[in-house]
């Protein structure tokens, strides 16, 4: 199975250790081909290609992919872009969210019939979440 994780890049790192554990977990499951949205210098992925670069072969690896995983906590220009173009190409999408007084959720993600939206607080209760998502892990 091939991943395509997304999370905030240049709309804030606040998030970036949380993706790494993320993207941790999401390898048990298949190969994740964004793995650098969770290293702590963003730019050995490829980030500092110019524009153009960086749009052409994120839509590559979202099209080749078989599902999209977004935490989607922070909000993100690039990351509500992709999963709308997951949404019109059919795309199984999930989004993790940890909700809190100060942040909502846009209308956009949490009301798309094309996008499931689980809730957690803690890396440590996505495990289940993802089993019950994907089944068996591999290896």
């Known amino acids: 199975m091939t991943i395509y994780f997304c999370g905030s890049i240049r709309g804030g790192r606040d998030d970036r250790a949380i993706y790494a554990d993320i993207i941790r977990l999401l390898r048990d499951y298949g190969t994740v081909v964004t793995e650098h949205v969770g ?29 999209i995983v977004a935490e989607v906590t922070a909000p993100s220009l690039g990351v509500g872009y992709e999963i709308g173009r997951a949404v019109e190409w059919g795309k199984r999408i999930v989004c ?11 209308g956009m993600i949490a009301g798309s019939p094309g996008v499931v939206v689980h809730e957690y607080q803690h890396v440590a209760e996505l495990r289940p979440i993802l089993d019950a998502i994907f089944g068996n892990r591999i290896g």
């Open 96 to 106: 993790l969210y940890r909700p809190s007084a100060d942040r909502k959720l846009s």
């Open 39 to 67: 290293d702590a210098d963003v730019t050995l992925g490829g980030e500092n290609a110019p524009d153009r670069e960086i749009h052409d072969r994120d839509i590559a690896w979202l099209r080749d992919s078989d599902v």
